[in-house]
C-alpha cells in the first residue's frame, strides 16, 4: 500500500454514471458533435508566434458586406420585455418554472422581477449562482436595484448583511444550508420562499453538476423553484422529473431566438466572407485535412476588425499565455475618442483609490492606454472586475480571454473570435461541443447597442471548419446527471435521516430518473440500487473508523466531521483527533490547512522552512493509517501539497506578493484562489466542541490571510 505523498495528485472519487445512451462521433474519436471524419488535432502551440499575418484591409465578398451594412444603432426605445419573459415572471408567481433561452436574451430581467414580486408579498428569496465571481457581481447589482437593506451575500469567505429577504451566494453555500436544515441545525433552516438557480445547465456539469442535483432533491417543494439556462436539450425531461419529485407541475418557458442575430464569418488571407462560404470552398485545405497554417497575429487582426466597424471583440484563446501575450502585442490605438479614453481612465483611477495595488498592477498601462486587456482565472479578481465593467460600459477595443469566460460573465461585445474548434478542459484539448459554442457565441451582439453580432472563425491547424459549421446547427446537448456519491454527503445525510429514508432519496434522483425508461416507483427503485450500493460502500467505511456507530448513527466524532464542507473531511477529522494541526503558530496551520487543496499541485524551487516541513510531516504520520485504509478500499485521498503550504505560509507571515506567486509558480489568480479557499477552510475550524483553542489559533491564521490584494 502507498504512503501518503507530499505533493502529488488526488485518485478519482467514485461516480455513479447513468446507463450509457449513443451519441453521434465527433472529430478526433470524441462521442460529442456532428461527425467530422479524419481529422486529428494537432497540439497546441502559441498562435502568437506563427508566421504570416492577416491582411488589415480584406477583400469582403459581396455576402459578407450585406451583413455588414446590417452594423448599426438599433433605434432607441423603451425597453418592453418579451413575451416569454412575461410568461416566465407570471408562471413564478405560483409554480415551478425552467427557463431555457438563450444567453443575452433577458434571463436576469426575469429574475429580477421574481424577486421584485417576492419582496412585494413579503416573501424571502435566495439567488444561486455557479461561480463566487458571479455571486460577487449578482450581489452588487441586485444591491443597486433593490438597496443595501435589501440584499445580503453568503459565499465561502463572505458574510454580508446574511439575514437580508434577498441572499445571493454560490449553489455550494445553498446546499450546505440545506445540510443544516435536514440535520435540524441550529439556525441553519433555509429561510426562504423562492430559490433562483441561475446557469442551471451546471447541473450537467462532471466537476460541480452533484452540488445542483443535491439541492433540487434537498429542496422542500414549499419553497417556488426558478431554474435560469441557457437554451438545453432536455427541459422537458428535468421538468418531468422536478414533477414527480416536488409533487406539482414545473412549467417550461422556451425563450426562442436571440435578440441580437447572429452573422457566423470567416477571415482567412483571402479576406472576410461567411462561414458557409468558406466552408463550401475547401480552397486552402493541406493534405493532412487542415487549412493553411494562418496565424493569430493580434494587432494587424484587431486592425482589420476596426476597419471593418466590427470591435469591440472578445478573443476566445486556448491558453492564459496566449491571452496575454495578444494583449501586450497591441500598440496604443491611434485617433481614439478622446471622451472614451478619459471616461476608461477615470474608471481606472476610481478603482485605484479603493484597491491601491492595482495602480502598479502589470496590465493596468494596457487598459489605460491599448484599450485592451487579457481576462482568465490567472488574474487577481479585482482585475478581472475592472476588466469586466470597462467592457461593459463599452470603453475597451478588446479582451482576449479563455474560453471559461464565456459562462456566466455578462459583458457581450460586437463581436467574438474563435481560432480553434477545441477547448483546454484543465487536462486536454476536447472538441467544442454545441452548448460551449453557444456560450462563446452568445456575447456577440449587445442587446440595445447592436442590430447583429458576429462569430469570426479563424482558419488554422487547429480549427475544422466543416465541424465548427456542423456544430452551429446542432441542439445543445442533453443534461445528464453527474451525482456523485462522496463523504461529506454521506456524513451529512447519516446526521439528517434514518437509512430507509437516504434509499428513497436516492429514488428520487435525477440519475435514477434517467437511468430507467419506465419512470414508476418500483423501475426508479431499482435504478437507485447502484447509487445505493456506492453510498453503503462509504457507509461501512465510515463504521470501520468508528463515525458511524452500530445503530447507523454518527457518533460523536462524526457529527463533528459532517460540519467540514470539504472533499475530504476525514483527513482533516484525522488531524483533529490526533492533535497533529498545529495550535501554536497562525501561518503554520494556515499552511497546513492550504497543504490539501491539491487544486494546483506543483514541486517547488528552494529550500523550505524547517518548521513548515515538521509540521506537514506531522500531519503525514497521523493520516498515513487512515490513507492505508482509505487506499485499500479504493477511496480517493489527497496529498500534501509542499507548495501550496509553502506560498500560504509565506503570505501569513507577510512576504511580498510577487515572492508569493514565484514560490507557488503559478499566476496570481491562482494565488488568491489557494489563499482564499485556505481561509474558508480555517473559519470551519469555528465552533468545533471542545476545539476552543484551535478555533482561535485559526481566526488568527484567518485575519492574516485576508487582505489585499487577496481581497
Known sequence: MPNPPISGSPTKPHKFKPKKTKKPLGYAGQKTGPKIAGHKIASHKSLVRQKPSLPVEPRVTQEAKKLLARIGLPESRVFTPDAFQIEAATLIKNHDVIVSAPTGSGKTWIAEQALNQELERGGRAWYASPLKALSNAKF??????FGEETVGLVTGDLRINSTAPIIVGTTEILRNQLYDSMSLVTGGQVNCDLVI?????????PDRGVVWEEVLIYLPDRIRLLLL??????????????????GRPTQIVMGGERPVPLAPMCYHHDGLETLAQTSKSLRYVNKLGRRGDWSLKPDSLLKSLEKLTLTPAIFFLASRRQCDLAAQSIPIPHGEDPERRQKRQILISEYSQTYPFLKNHHHINLLNNHAVASHHAGHLPIYKMLVEELMSQGLLTAIFATSTVAAGVNFPARTVVIPQS???????????????????????????RDKIGFAVILPGPYTQLKFIEALFNCPPEPIKSQLLINFPMVLNLLNALELDEIHLLFSRSLAAWQSTPKKNAASL??????IWRDFQAHWRFLKKIELVNQDDRLTWWGEMTAKFRLEHPLILYQCIRQKALPTEDPALLAAVMASVLNEKSQSSKGKPPQELLQALKTVHQATAPLIHKLDSHGFSWPSLDLGA???????ANNLPFDKITKIY???????????????????QLQDLPGQEELAKIALLARQKLLREPIL
Open 140 to 145: 452588487l447589482e441586485f444591491t443597486r436595484k
Open 229 to 246: 439556462s441557457a437554451t438545453i436539450d432536455n427541459a422537458a425531461e428535468l421538468a418531468a422529473w422536478l414533477t414527480k419529485n416536488r
Open 665 to 683: 509558480g503559478h499566476d496570481e489568480g491562482d494565488v488568491a484562489r489557494l489563499i482564499l479557499r485556505a481561509a474558508e477552510r480555517l473559519n
Open 525 to 530: 427503485g431499482k435504478a437507485a440500487e447502484d
Open 197 to 205: 438557480l441561475d446557469e442551471a445547465h451546471y447541473l450537467g456539469d
Open 422 to 448: 477545441d477547448r483546454y478542459n484543465g487536462l486536454d484539448f476536447k472538441p467544442l461541443t454545441a452548448t460551449e459554442l453557444a456560450q462563446m457565441t452568445g456575447r456577440a451582439g449587445r442587446r440595445g
Open 645 to 651: 503550504a509553502w506560498a500560504t505560509w509565506a503570505w
